[in-house]
């Protein structure tokens, strides 16, 4: 090569300087002590799908991996949930016969109840979250008792609220969560457990939850699909963050112990501006059962490396602000850590 056109390439070439970043990511150990973003099974809640009847495990179609458990089946799978190093559980219940006001939701020996019951008695240390709302109980599987008009009539569907939170609480549950996005329903529940001197039972509250499409397979899982019409005269618009944190301001005042933020992966600047308004309380993330059925299909396909999606997914979460993420890939991911 002529001096004159190596000078010339000498001429364009840009140094970086003293400040060079990729000094730190030169082995696994440095990228290690510098990480800034922990994952471990501990951050992880998993959801359970109850079932009446017995020895069930009937898998999810839509849900690669996923299954709807009967109560007797429960105390095995918490085992193998425990063993992974996963604290909690967030029960949600499939009753036997539904009906217009989802008088099975709130019933002693309703399949939640008994849930709460057979878990606590197999794995008292294990963390039991229950989902506190109408839709998988009413038979036209919306989230509240109907008005005339096919609405969903707020205030009366408090006082259910108040009720089925009251009969987890005395089931054993540790955490009720309601996910109803009814307008006072952290102080309708705070206050009939307080009056029930159930004090001890703590509120995660689905404060921010969207009108979202990433809930269609739960819809199968959790046999809640709406009759008629959606969810979106009380779940939020996606398009709306200020109102997130008004969302969540609100359950604040009224007593909630945590938040949560619904769905996780199209709302992560949701995730981040709740985290940073509402520093003092624990903060989680539902990476929703669209999200997982998305990874799922890609991975069955050869198109996504599943484990490093997930936990490049699950980090993301945490990134964002979340201190829990609910999620379907709880036992995969605790696994993959654990080794
Ligand atoms: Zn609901």
């Known amino acids: 090569m002529s001096s004159l056109h190596s000078d010339a390439l000498e001429a364009l070439r840009v140094r970086p300087g003293a400040k060079r970043p990729r000094r730190l990511r030169r082995t696994e150990t440095l990228r290690d002590l510098v990480r800034e973003t922990t994952l471990e099974p501990g951050d992880f809640v998993y959801p359970l799908f109850v079932v009446a009847g017995e020895d069930m ?16 089946r429960l105390s095995e799978e918490a085992r193998e949930v425990a063993a992974l190093g996963i604290k909690a559980v967030l029960l949600f219940g499939i009753p036997a016969t539904k009906d217009p006001h989802g008088l099975e ?7 939640v109840q008994q849930a709460i019951r057979t878990l606590k008695d197999a794995h008292p240390d294990i963390v039991v979250v229950t989902d506190v709302c109408l839709c998988e109980y009413t038979d036209h599987g919306h989230c509240g008792l109907l008005d005339d008009a096919g609405g969903i009539s707020n205030d009366e569907t408090l006082d259910v609220l108040r009720r089925i939170a009251v009969s ?28 029930e001197a159930l004090q001890r039972v703590a509120i995660l509250s689905y404060a921010v939850k969207y009108a979202s ?21 009380h779940q939020m618009d996606p398009a709306n963050a200020r109102e997130a944190l008004r969302e ?26 709740v985290r940073e308004r509402f520093p003092e309380l624990p903060l989680a993330a539902y ?19 599943e484990r490093a999606a997930v936990l490049e997914t699950l980090t993301g979460i ?6 829990l993420v609910v999620t379907y890939h709880a036992k995969d991911a605790a696994a993959w850590l654990q080794r």
């Open 57 to 72: 495990r009937r898998p999810v179609e839509s849900m690669p991996g996923i299954e709807q458990l009967s109560v007797d």
């Open 105 to 111: 939701s709130f019933a002693e020996d309703g399949v």
């Open 248 to 273: 969540a301001a609100l359950d604040v005042d009224e007593g909630a112990d945590a938040l949560m933020v619904k769905p996780a992966l199209g709302y992560l600047d949701v995730v981040r501006s």
């Open 213 to 233: 499409a990433f809930y269609g397979p739960f819809r199968e899982a959790a046999e809640g699909a709406p009759a008629f019409g959606d969810r979106r005269s």
């Open 168 to 195: 987890h609480a005395e089931a054993g549950a540790d955490v009720v969560a309601p996910s109803g996005m009814i307008d006072g329903m952290v102080g309708a529940i705070r206050g009939a457990l307080d009056e």
């Open 318 to 323: 945490r990134r964002a602000g979340a201190d």
């Open 287 to 305: 990476n929703v059962s669209g999200e997982y059925a998305m990874v799922k299909a890609a991975a069955a396909n050869g198109w996504l490396d």
